[in-house]
């Protein structure tokens, strides 16, 4: 078990005042274009999310450790898992539709994903948080990155998370039977984009409430 209180005193008698001021302020990136989202989001999605934590925060901090705890010595295995993920994030409940014979609904996803995404997209950019990787260069936090073409947005919420919960849902909405096992893949994609070192278990989880309030609101127009 990690000490994580010791590790981030360590981690913060590093840091200079003027560096701690460079961290707080710290964005991903420059601001982009907005996206415009459907009229059938009816909830009021631009404050369906909390603030994240503060880049100088001990929370934040914390996870920086963990990443990095987690992206060393990652396993063969666990590159697989990225990999899979990163490719295609509803590759992860292959096994689950072909195990117990259900429907792949993927007329339906695309018609649920298509009004989420603006949403997700619009988020981050308000947000604006940095990826795990830019915050422990200036902590001197080692991370090791996977590098790939899908981590260059800003960091909250977790686009590929997002993704998968939206399959995740409308899957658990059509096959409630088997909704514990579908739930548990959408972890296992929150779980390859922290060993990939670009996003903060904070991301995934608010992917997850993000995803849930848009369901309920659009699932009528999707089933």
């Known amino acids: 078990m990690k000490d994580w209180g010791f590790l981030i005193k360590e981690a913060n008698q590093a840091i200079d005042k003027a560096t701690l001021a460079k961290i707080n302020n710290m964005k991903y990136g420059e601001k982009k274009k907005t996206w415009e989202v459907s009229e059938k989001v ?10 994240p934590p503060a880049n100088g925060s001990v929370f ?23 990999r899979l ?16 014979g259900l429907r792949r609904p993927q ?8 009004i989420v995404k603006p949403v997700i997209m619009n988020l981050k950019w308000k947000f604006n948080r940095p990826r795990p990787y830019q915050l422990a260069d200036m902590y001197r936090i080692k991370i090791n990155v996977i590098e790939t073409e899908t981590h260059h947005t800003p960091s909250y919420p ?27 893949k959408v972890d296992l994609a929150g779980t390859a984009r922290v060993l ?12 997850m409430v993000a995803v849930g309030a848009l369901w309920q609101d659009i699932k009528h127009e999707i089933i």
């Open 158 to 184: 977790s686009g590929h998370t997002a993704y998968a919960a939206v399959m995740c849902y409308i899957l658990a909405e059509m096959y409630p039977e088997h909704s514990s096992e579908i739930f548990s």
């Open 196 to 207: 990939q070192g670009v996003h903060f278990p904070f991301d995934n989880d608010a992917s």
């Open 60 to 82: 934040t901090r914390s996870e920086l450790l963990e990443i990095s705890d987690m992206t060393q010595n990652v396993t063969s295995e666990q590159v697989d898992l990225v």
């Open 107 to 114: 007329e339906e996803f695309d018609k649920a994903w298509s």
């Open 42 to 51: 009816t909830i009021g999605w631009e404050t369906i999310l909390p603030v």
């Open 85 to 100: 993920v990163d490719d295609d994030p509803n590759h992860l409940f292959e096994k689950t539709i072909k195990k117990h």
